[in-house]
C-alpha cells in the first residue's frame, strides 16, 4: 500500500531532494551569510519540502492508510518555515533549535516511512539513511547550539546535501520500479 503512495508520487522525492541539494549548495557557496540569510533560506527550504510532503500525502491519502502521518510530516516543515518569515529576528539559538526540532520530527518519519517500505521494495535503506542523518544532526543541534556560525552553517549545507541526494536516489529507483511493473503489468495482459 504504502509503495504504491510512492510509486504514484516519486516525482515529490525528487523534488524534495532537488530543493534540499540546492538548499545546501546555496548555503556552501555563500559561507559568509549572515544569520538572517540563512533564516531566509531555512525558511524557504522548510516550506518548499512541506508543501511537496502534504502536497503528495493529499494526492495519495486514498492508496495510503496512514496518509496523515506523512502530512502531519509536511505540516510541521511548514509551520517551521512560516515561524522562520513571521519572526526573522529570532536568536541564533532559538533558530538552531528551530531546525534541529524540524529536523528531528522529519528524520523519525522518513525512517517509519522506510521501515513500512522495506517489505515492499528494494532501496528503503537510502530513506532510512536520510533519517538516521536528520535525526543525528538535530540531535547535534540541541546538544551544541553554541558552535560557530559558519561552523553550523556548513553542517546544515552539507546535511540538506546528503538528504537531498538520498531522496533522488530513492525518486528514480521508485520510478525505475514503477516502469518495472507497468512492464509487467503489460506483458501479463498481452
Known amino acids: 500500500m504504502f509503495a504504491d503512495l510512492l510509486k504514484q508520487s516519486w516525482w515529490s522525492l525528487l523534488l524534495r531532494g532537488i530543493a534540499a541539494i540546492l538548499f545546501g549548495v546555496l548555503a556552501l557557496t555563500w559561507p559568509g551569510l549572515t544569520i538572517v540569510t540563512l533564516i ?3 525558511g524557504a527550504f522548510a516550506l518548499v519540502d ?15 492508510e496512514h496518509w496523515w502521518l506523512v502530512l502531519l510530516s509536511g505540516l510541521i516543515s511548514i509551520a517551521a518555515g512560516i515561524l522562520v518569515f513571521v519572526w526573522p529576528l529570532l536568536t541564533a539559538l532559538i533558530l538552531l533549535y528551530l531546525i534541529a526540532a524540524r529536523a528531528l520530527i522529519v528524520g523519525i518519519m522518513d525512517i517509519i516511512a522506510a521501515i513500512r517500505l522495506r517489505k ?27 558552535a560557530g556560525a559558519l561552523a553550523v552553517i556548513w553542517l546544515i549545507a552539507i546535511y540538506a546535501i546528503f538528504v537531498g541526494l538520498m531522496l533522488l536516489i530513492l525518486a528514480f529507483k521508485v520510478r525505475s520500479w514503477r516502469s ?5 503489468g503489460e506483458q501479463s495482459t498481452s
Not at 518495472?180 to 509487467?184: I, T
Open 40 to 42: 531566509i533560506l531555512f
Open 180 to 184: 518495472q511493473l507497468e512492464e509487467r
Open 120 to 146: 515492499e521494495i528494494e532501496g528503503e535503506w537510502m530513506l532510512i539513511l536520510a533519517g538516521i542523518a536528520s535525526v543525528l544532526f538535530g540531535l547535534i543541534m540541541f546538544i551544541w547550539p553554541g
Open 50 to 64: 512541506g508543501i511537496f510532503v502534504v502536497f503528495g500525502s493529499l494526492i495519495n491519502r486514498e492508496a495510503y
